[in-house]
């Protein structure tokens, strides 16, 4: 049975699972659905995405996900297989899955795009708190991929994080604005999004 990846394909971590399977060059399908969905809810209860199916084996939680891709299949190793090396490129993961994710998509990109009023303006109490956060988080990031990638001289599944939360990030005037003043980030943004499984995932 072919690896099936589901969820909406615009969540970061949906997408992120999706970078995986395509720098492992692993075959999979792609299930739109969205959180909370009969679908989704019949691999995790939570109704949290994404989820994925592959051999009779059900998965949830995109960290959990992502280290089977690495494991199961061949291909380039995207987390080091050495003690020391997988603890560095962890590190990272976590930062940008909790307060890289939480700062940059729960509490300013899923706000703009989800916490409206009854005429449709966007809710800004939590925005406005968030971007006087921004700078902090952006220069904390901009130091982070000085040399090249994400902790790193070469790319890791903690890049297969980051991106789409970047990517998402620039869509809002605050997240552009901070990203002009970071020429590292900057940079860094351009030459991973002209990786195959950055563009092949942009939907």
Partial sequence: MALEIIGFPR????????????????????????????????????????????????MVETYAIA???????????????????????????????TSVDQ???????????????????????????TVKRLPKMFTFLEAAVADGYLGGDSFTMADCFLMPILAAVQNFPEGKENMANCPNLQAYFAKLSERDSFKDTAS
């Fill in 11 to 58: 969540s970061n971590f949906v997408r992120t699972a999706r970078m995986v399977a395509q720098e492992k060059g692993v075959p999979y399908e792609h299930i739109p659905a969205m959180p909370h969905s009969d679908e989704v809810k019949a691999i995790n209860p939570l109704g949290l995405i994404p989820v994925a199916r592959h051999d009779g084996q059900d």
């Fill in 67 to 97: 280290h089977y891709i690495d494991t199961a299949f061949d291909g380039p190793a995207l987390v080091p297989t050495d003690p020391k090396g997988a603890a560095a490129v962890n590190r990272w993961i976590m930062a940008v899955n």
């Fill in 103 to 129: 700062m940059l998509m729960r509490r300013y990109v899923v706000e703009y795009a989800f916490h409206k009023d009854k005429d449709g303006n966007v809710v800004r109490d939590v925005i406005d708190q």
